[in-house]
C-alpha cells in the first residue's frame, strides 16, 4: 500500500474554508497520516510531488462566483505554468451558498484546472451547501474521510 504524503491548501475569505482544511488535517493525521496544511497556498511544493502526494484543496465561492485572493496565486501559477500533475491524486472540498447564483464556482474553476493538468480525481468534487451546513468542518471531516480510503485503495 503506498504511503501517501497529504497537502492540503485553502482559498478562504472570512474563515470557514480554513477552520475546514485544519479540521481535516487534525482528523487525517489521528488516522495515521502525514498530513500538511500550507498557510500560503504558493508553499506547495509543486515541483517536489510524485506518485506518493496527494492535494486536497479546500475552497470557498466569493463575489459573483469568483475564487478567494488567498489561493488566487497558486491557481494563476498553475494556468500559466501548465505543469503536468499526472502523477497526483487530488480532490477538492467547495464550500459555497446555493442561495447565490454561481454554486461553488470556485471549486468547479480549480477541478477544471486540475483536470487540464492531467491530475488523478480520487473522488468527484464534494460541495459543502452553506444553506444546509451551518457548519462546515464536520462534513468536510467525514467526506475527507471517504476520499483517503479511496486513495489509498487505488
Ligand atoms: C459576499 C459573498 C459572496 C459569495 N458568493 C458566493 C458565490 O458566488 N457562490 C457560492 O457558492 N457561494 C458564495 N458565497 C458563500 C460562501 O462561499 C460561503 O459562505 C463559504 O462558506 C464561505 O467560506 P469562507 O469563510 O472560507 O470564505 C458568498 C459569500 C459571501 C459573503
Request: net charge negative; hydrophobic share 40%; charged share 25%.
Amino acid at each position: 500500500m503506498t504511503e501517501y504524503k497529504i497537502h492540503i491548501v485553502f482559498g478562504t475569505v472570512h474563515g470557514n474554508a480554513e477552520r475546514s482544511a485544519y479540521a481535516v488535517e487534525e482528523e487525517l493525521t489521528e488516522q495515521g497520516y502525514e498530513v500538511e496544511v500550507y498557510e500560503d497556498a504558493l508553499d506547495l511544493p509543486l515541483g517536489e510531488l510524485s506518485k506518493n502526494d496527494a492535494l486536497l484543496v479546500v475552497i470557498s465561492t466569493t463575489g459573483e462566483g469568483e475564487l478567494p485572493d488567498t489561493i488566487v496565486p497558486l491557481y494563476t501559477k498553475l494556468n500559466e505554468t501548465m505543469p503536468s500533475l499526472e502523477d497526483l491524486s487530488y480532490g477538492i472540498i467547495a464550500l459555497g451558498d446555493s442561495s447565490y447564483p454561481h454554486f461553488c464556482r470556485a471549486g468547479v474553476l480549480f477541478d477544471d484546472l486540475m483536470q487540464q493538468l492531467q491530475a488523478q480525481v480520487v473522488l468527484p468534487m464534494h460541495k459543502i451547501d452553506a444553506a444546509e451546513h451551518f457548519d462546515a468542518e464536520p462534513e468536510a471531516c467525514s467526506w475527507s474521510k471517504l476520499w483517503v480510503e479511496q486513495l489509498v485503495s487505488l
